[in-house]
């Protein structure tokens, strides 16, 4: 089993709509927990830092359930610029390596 | 342009060869990582230097590869004897002392053919 699980998708959705990503992690001392974006033959970007009591930024809203152990990423009105691959990436703490998921890809199509 | 850089951007080589690849971080960064990442995964984690020292080695990082940052700055990634295998993206990132949080280079695509 994989320590950080995503849906690789792919998500295709039209512009304006609302597309939810979840990842699950299976290390239950994990203790910091980030959305990356990477577009196609691009480095990975640092979205957001998910917050145990859930952060947004913009239309952007990241949750964490620690109980269940998983991690949400909402995104609203999606713009075309939004298409990419979204990462979930945990750390355990114990290491100061990120571990990332497989990527979720979206396309947001006009 | 004060992020990381990396050098060269792609690199193809014939098996067997070595190749060594240099990252620069962010400059005031003191923690540096190296990542590979193969088509359709998310990055792996392979090495982390605090300043100089090199703190922690991922299994995958095989007696193959090794990692230097002499002086605390710059950081090389050397891999002998190279196989089809080692065929990836590998990313460099830094961060400063205190944050998990990662700033990545735009990786060297390593071909070996």
């Known amino acids: 089993r994989k320590e950080v699980e995503q849906d690789p998708g792919p998500f295709n959705v039209p512009e304006g709509a609302t597309v939810a990503f979840n990842c699950t992690y299976s290390?239950?001392?994990?203790?910091?927990f980030f959305w990356y974006r990477q577009d196609c033959r691009k480095e990975p970007k640092l979205l957001m830092s998910?917050?145990?009591s859930g952060n947004e930024d913009g239309r952007f809203t990241a949750q964490l359930n620690r109980a269940s152990q998983y991690i949400s990423l909402l995104i609203r009105d999606s713009k075309l610029s939004d298409s990419a691959t979204y990462l979930c990436?945990?750390?355990?703490?114990?290491?100061?390596?990120?571990?990332f998921g497989q990527g979720t890809e979206l396309s947001v199509k006009p | 342009d004060t992020g990381v850089s990396q050098d060269p951007r792609h690199k193809i080589t014939k098996r067997g060869q070595n190749v060594t690849f240099r990252c620069d971080p962010i400059s005031e960064h003191n923690r540096l990582y190296w990542y590979r990442q193969t088509l359709g995964q998310g990055p792996e984690f392979l090495t982390y230097?605090?300043?100089?020292?090199?703190?922690?080695k991922s299994r995958l990082l095989s007696d193959r590869f090794s990692a230097e940052r002499p002086k605390g700055s710059f950081s090389t990634l050397e891999i002998q004897r190279t196989e089809q295998g080692d065929s990836a993206m590998y990313l460099c990132?830094?961060?400063?002392?205190?944050?998990?949080?990662?700033?990545f280079g735009q990786g060297t695509r390593l071909t070996v053919v």
């Open positions: 990436v945990v750390n355990s703490g114990l290491s100061l390596g990120l571990i």
């Open positions: 990132a830094s961060s400063p002392t205190g944050t998990p949080e990662a700033f």
């Open positions: 290390n239950s001392a994990s203790q910091s």
């Open positions: 998910v917050y145990s």
């Open positions: 230097f605090q300043n100089e020292a090199q703190l922690e």
